[in-house]
């Protein structure tokens, strides 16, 4: 079984170059560089030019960038604190008060934004102060905000989902739409559970206020999202057209109900930039990973030993939760969608597993690795934020954990339950 070897070593040749601090791009393309030169010398890397052209060159691509500066700009003009008092009014009756609106801020600020860490952090910068003047539970006000915030992968628009559909040429339009019904079948778990714990939780309801005035704040984002999201399904435009749409209407919502300016715009085009520019080039070389995978042979026996194997998909699903379960506690989110797939998917396309289906329950792992310690992001964002201890942001995200897998089975079991 010599691409068993050749499997082994490139596993832990990864991870050596991860450990060792090399960033995470690098560590991807140094280990495609190593796979092609073991699988024909010199010459296989006559097509890296060509790759590298091939993998950034996509028009779908154009989105994710345009995506985080819509969020960007929301945030940058304080619009989600707007979102979260206007919620807050609605919820304050609710078993859990402020808790569950934690939950909802987060799921609606993830139908505009497509970002785990800017969801939780743009929510968390104006939940915990109120949180904590009311006296509520920290553990059960940092977990609420750690778990919801990684509803902005599964929620669309989701870079997440656009990353998995890029590399598998897989329609992010059906994409999107099979992550609306469980994204919301997810937060309503969470909220449950809010509303179950509630009288542990510390003061459940908040102070009464104008229902008018707060309700009118959130039309101009169901209108963000309508445009978004509906012109997607409406066939109106494309995912990436759909972007520059929500980035119009995202500027003209900042200026008009928000405080943006040119000193903030200029701010949230330096962090689109930022982000975009380090997510571009993993996607670059994961690409070329793929390309290294191909070549080398190791994608296509793998696949034939496993359908060899007889395993039935639900076997093979299962061993990738266990997996990624794994990685998840260990790795970020997105290395490890784009160590994985590339060696992955061929198997998931052997066993005729639907790579729509197979995205959405990678992407409930990807959450579930975001609140996983010793390196689940969200925890560090709402740790930060809180300044409470990492202890308290942990055990507070457990049982958001939990549900988390739950949420799998479930659609493991049922899966057309959510994409009928």
């Known amino acids: 079984m010599y691409w068993e070897f050749k499997l082994l070593v490139l596993g832990l040749g990864i991870t050596f170059l991860l450990l060792s601090g090399l960033w995470i791009p690098f560590a991807i393309g140094g280990a495609a560089i190593g796979v092609l030169l073991w699988s024909g010398g010199l010459p296989e890397l006559n097509a890296l030019g060509l790759v590298f052209w091939g993998g950034a060159n996509s028009f779908i691509l ?54 785990s860490m800017a969801t939780a952090a743009a929510i968390s910068r104006v939940a915990l102060p109120e949180l904590r003047t009311l006296g509520f539970n920290m553990r059960y006000s940092c977990g609420s905000l750690a778990a919801g915030g990684t509803l902005g992968i599964l929620i669309p628009p989701s870079g997440a989902m656009i990353i998995y559909g890029v590399l598998t040429d897989t329609s992010i339009a059906k994409l999107f739409l099979a992550g609306i019904v469980p994204g919301i079948v997810l937060a309503i778990m ?40 509906g012109s997607i399904y409406l066939g109106w435009a494309t995912p990436t057209e759909a972007a520059g749409i929500g980035v119009i209407a995202a500027l003209i919502i900042g200026a008009g109900l928000g405080d943006l300016n040119a000193s903030l715009l200029w701010k949230a085009l330096q962090s689109t930039a930022k982000v975009s520019g380090a997510l571009l080039i993993i996607i670059v070389m994961a690409q070329t990973l793929s390309y ?129």
Not at 65 to 81: D, H, K, T, W
Not at 219 to 229: D, K, N, Q
Not at 311 to 320: A, V, W
Not at 368 to 377: C, D, N, Q, S, V
């Open 292 to 420: 290294a995978i191909s070549i080398s042979g190791i994608a296509s026996e793998m696949a034939k030993f496993v359908v060899a194997l007889g395993l039935s998909p639900i076997t093979f699903l299962l061993m990738m939760i266990l997996l990624y379960a794994i990685l998840g506690c260990i790795m970020d989110g997105v290395a490890m969608v784009m160590i994985t797939v590339p060696i992955l998917f061929p198997v998931v396309q052997a066993l005729g597993i639907d790579p729509v289906y197979f995205g959405v329950l990678l992407v409930v792992m990807m959450e579930f690795g975001l609140i996983t310690p010793p390196f689940g992001l969200n925890l560090f964002v709402i740790q930060q934020i809180s300044q409470e201890s990492m202890t308290t942001v942990v055990f507070g995200s457990a049982p958001f954990c939990a549900i988390m897998l739950l949420f799998v089975f479930i659609l493991l079991a049922a899966p057309n339950l959510f994409f009928w």
């Open 190 to 229: 969470f909220m449950v559970y809010l509303a179950v714990a509630a009288r542990h939780a510390g003061r459940i309801t908040t102070a009464a206020g104008s229902l008018l005035g707060d309700v009118i704040v959130l039309l101009p984002f169901v209108a963000l999202v309508f445009l978004v999201i």
């Open 62 to 115: 154009t989105a994710i960038p345009l995506f985080i500066f819509m969020a960007e700009i929301l945030i940058a003009s304080q619009i989600s604190a707007k979102l979260y008092k206007g919620l807050a009014h609605l919820t304050r009756s609710w078993p859990g008060g402020l808790l569950q609106t934690n939950i909802v801020g987060c799921a609606i600020f993830s139908a505009v934004c497509g970002s």
